[in-house]
């Protein structure tokens, strides 16, 4: 008798409240406006105009409404309407599911190595106690047996020497910058490059704060000068008009790993383009045609010195001209790193396998 068949449940658009709809349209334009809910309400009342989101029983009013009633934005004493923590975290959550959608899920958001000791995971085996060894990892039960063998069953004496401790599994920790450039290139000739970059930093995020709790993440932006920002100010993060000062968003990484304490470190850089700016006291020294080599070597150099500190930097260069490759290939040869030439639509794929393997590598 042929029994039950079950598939994998997968919901159609048209099972989702109207809300839902809206706001799954209306969280993309937040990413795509940097934040700006009232130019992302103009984009979402022109796209409403053309394909009828709303309806009759369901309006632009109606969706306003909620999103200030769940939380989502709220209005500020000028009168502006902004985004809250909450709707910042769904966004994250959405760019998780979008560019990680297909990971396979995982009992706990760590690393194992072949290691055994001081670590976070009780396993089945056993050792002799040893100075340092935590208390409350002894196994009392094996403990109080070896007393009775060694002593005598009408003994109480426990010594140290009949002390066994439950031995645990390490787990690794990666302390991780996040390189991502915001170079007026990244918008350059209608080209939208920004938006998957932010989508795969907020990705990133999401996926560390969720999976690997004890993992760090630094995220950093570079254009004339490089600066650190937090992982709530993602959404809000747009291109200038800048140069692509590469030197200083790797002096910046290098100095925040150093202040990290666990050994396994990594940077990955999003960019679309070759250093084309340094920053000399308190000028610029600027070129945007060919490669300067003035720049080059001191980029080269901090690749060396990434070597050296044992940091491999993953590039990412979402842009496909051979003379940008050459740089991208001989940054990666100085650095013993990686490097990937992909398209926007597989940035964050890519980014994730390398971030897993890196990882499995480091704690071996």
């Not at 984009?43 to 394909?51: A, C, G, I, P, V």
């Not at 005598?152 to 645990?168: A, C, H, K």
């Not at 020294?285 to 010195?305: E, H, V």
């Not at 044992?310 to 490097?339: C, R, S, Y």
Request: glycine letters at 6%.
């Amino acid at each position: 008798m042929l029994g039950y068949r079950f598939s994998r449940f997968i919901p159609r658009d048209g099972d989702k409240s109207p809300f839902d709809k809206l706001f799954d349209i209306f969280k993309e334009l937040l990413v795509h406006t940097g934040g700006d809910v009232s130019e992302a309400f103009n984009w979402l009342n022109q796209l409403d105009k053309e394909y009828q989101l709303t309806s009759e029983d369901y309006t632009m009013q109606d969706f306003i409404r909620d999103l200030k009633e769940k939380g989502y934005l709220r209005e500020e004493e000028t009168g502006s309407i902004v985004m809250t923590g909450k709707t910042e975290q769904s966004i994250r959550q959405d760019a998780l599911q979008q560019i990680f959608g297909k990971l396979k899920k995982t009992k706990r958001g760590h690393h194992r190595t072949h290691h055994t000791g001081m670590g976070d995971e009780l396993t089945s085996d056993r050792k002799a106690y040893s100075f340092g060894d935590p208390v409350e990892n002894i196994a009392m039960t094996e403990s109080m047996k070896n007393a009775q063998i060694r002593h005598g069953i009408d003994s109480p004496r426990i010594t140290e020497n009949d002390l066994e401790i439950v031995e645990t599994e390490h787990y690794a920790q990666t302390s991780t910058v996040l390189m991502i450039d915001i170079s007026h290139s990244m918008i350059l000739y209608g080209e939208d490059r920004i938006t998957p970059a932010k989508k795969v930093a907020m990705a990133l995020s999401e996926l560390i704060m969720r999976q690997y709790p004890k993992d760090t993440l630094d995220v950093i932006v570079f254009g004339n000068d490089a600066w650190q920002i937090s992982i709530k100010d993602l959404p809000y993060l747009q291109v200038g008009p800048y140069h692509t000062n590469t030197v200083a968003g790797l002096e910046l990484a290098i100095d925040l790993l150093a202040r990290r304490k666990n050994p396994n470190k990594q940077i990955f850089m999003i960019t679309d383009g070759k250093p084309t700016c340094l920053k000399e006291g308190h000028e610029y020294y600027k070129n945007s045609y060919g490669l300067d080599r003035k720049i080059l070597n001191k980029t080269f150099n901090l690749a060396r010195q990434c070597r050296r500190l044992k940091i491999p930097v993953t590039t990412f260069m979402v842009a496909t001209d051979p003379w940008l490759q050459q740089f991208v290939e001989e940054f990666t040869e100085i650095n013993h790193g990686k490097a990937f030439y992909t398209s926007l639509k597989g940035l964050g794929e890519y980014i994730f396998e390398d971030y897993e393997r890196n990882r499995r590598r480091k704690v071996r």
